[in-house]
């Protein structure tokens, strides 16, 4: 797995000028035979797993052509807005926010594009999390939860008896496995652009925090400040990584395999990530700690969303993307990535799975990105941007103002 689920941003920010309905480029055909698939690379086997879905589906469905693109997660933001600005959207598109093309109308609701049965196997709060004022308009395709991985090996030599569930104990165990020297690390806290907003929600929503009021935008609450200046006090007194906000959470992931971070928070697909490079690494894994021990998770979903281009594609697409969420195709595709499914049909068939049971037991737990609302895309992209300074010095007050003001607009 590159990474999880959220660092798509800015793509459809306030302020772009896009063509409605009728746009669609990029060489691809306009009649509704061929479907161009943008999509991210989740781990070193997303593309090969694609393309074999995509040939059995040609293979059952000649009439259809589907041309798939993978991008990594560093380009595929640039690489969405370039198409967009260039009036050449994908016909499908696979990320996670959605909100924003929804409200220019660009893409086409999910009833559209999929079967009433497709529609009705997601999971209630996946398909609530999809929808705009009652219409759905993405379709979600995989789901996480998260926790904390530590290292038992460095917690025994560093004296940490159990993981921690309070912000205070966290920083204590953090301090200590520092305290071993030789290039170990506490706490891992990537606060790069790949996933700072994931980071930063981990914090903010394990103290009570919120990223909006209604439909308001709030980034700098009495909350949310209170949770980024104790995790500038972890990063200041040295219970990080140097420099969190050079640290993406893929690269600061690999560390922890190595066995050279005691804590991180991390994601499903980081078990088979273990087993696969570091196999006796010894670790454990436990609920994300929060300022006062409640329980708590950042629960992400990625959607497929199909756009309005040119040519009438709407049969293609719907064959396509029920194929797709079919049950056999679907269950193959979210196992083999390691992540959370989102259809009632998929939960029951990855229900026993050991590897997930602990992912699974958190997510009623889980908060979520308001990723609905048009002004998310850019709070995201200024967290990514911006979060990093607490680390090199930048108050967070002032740091928070600043995301609360590119979010405003």
């Known amino acids: 797995m590159k990474r999880f689920v959220r660092s798509w941003a800015a793509v459809a920010v306030a302020g772009l000028t896009l063509t409605g309905c009728g746009f669609g480029g990029d060489g691809q055909s306009e009649d509704?035979?061929?479907l161009s698939f943008l999509v991210p690379s989740y781990s070193d086997g997303t593309k090969a797993l694609w393309e074999g879905i995509i040939a059995d589906f040609e293979a059952a469905h000649p009439d259809v052509n589907v041309e798939l693109e993978i991008q990594s997660w560093d380009n595929i933001n640039d690489v969405v807005r370039t198409k967009i600005q260039s009036n050449a959207a994908p016909d499908i598109l696979n990320i996670d926010a959605f909100s924003g093309f929804a409200a220019d109308d660009l893409l086409y609701p999910a009833g559209d594009v999929v079967s009433a049965n497709t529609v009705a196997d997601f999971q209630q709060s996946f398909a609530d999390n999809a929808s705009i004022d009652g219409t759905m308009y993405g379709l979600p395709l995989i789901a996480s939860a998260r926790t904390m991985f530590y290292n038992t090996e460095l917690f025994e030599r560093a004296g940490v008896a159990a993981p921690p569930k309070t912000w205070d104990q966290l920083h204590d165990a953090a301090k200590k496995?520092?305290?071993?020297?030789?290039g170990v690390y506490g706490y891992g806290m990537p606060l790069g652009s790949e996933e700072a907003q994931a980071e930063t929600s981990i914090w903010t929503f394990g103290n009570g925090g919120s990223w909006t009021n209604g439909s308001t935008i709030t980034v700098n609450t009495?909350?949310?400040?209170?949770a980024v200046t104790f995790m500038k006090r972890m990063i200041d007194d040295k219970a990080t990584q140097p420099d969190p906000g050079a640290s993406d959470r893929t690269p600061?992931?690999?560390v922890f395999i190595q066995?050279?971070?005691?804590?991180?928070?991390?994601?499903?697909?980081?078990?088979?990530?273990?087993?696969?490079?570091?196999?006796s690494l010894k670790y454990a894994s436990a609920p994300i700690p929060t300022k006062d021990g409640q329980p708590m998770t950042l629960g992400v979903a990625d959607h497929l969303m199909a756009f309005k281009n040119e040519g009438d594609k709407k049969e293609a697409l719907k064959t396509f993307l029920d194929y797709v969420f079919s049950a056999p195709v679907y269950t193959k595709f979210v196992d083999t990535e390691g992540f959370l499914p989102t259809t009632r049909t998929g939960a029951a068939a990855l229900g026993g799975k050991t590897e997930i049971a602990s992912f699974l037991e958190v997510l009623p737990n889980a908060r979520f990105y308001p990723s609905t609302n048009p002004q998310w895309a850019a709070t995201q992209g200024a967290m990514q941007s911006l979060m990093g300074q607490i680390g090199q010095g930048k108050a967070p007050r002032a740091v928070l103002d600043e995301i609360q003001a590119k979010a405003n607009g």
């Open 259 to 279: 066995g050279k971070i005691g804590m991180v928070v991390a994601l499903p697909p980081t078990v088979g990530q273990i087993a696969e490079k570091n196999p």
């Open 222 to 226: 009495p909350a949310n400040l209170e």
């Open 32 to 34: 509704g035979s061929s």
């Open 177 to 182: 496995v520092a305290g071993l020297g030789d």
């Open 252 to 254: 600061m992931l690999d």
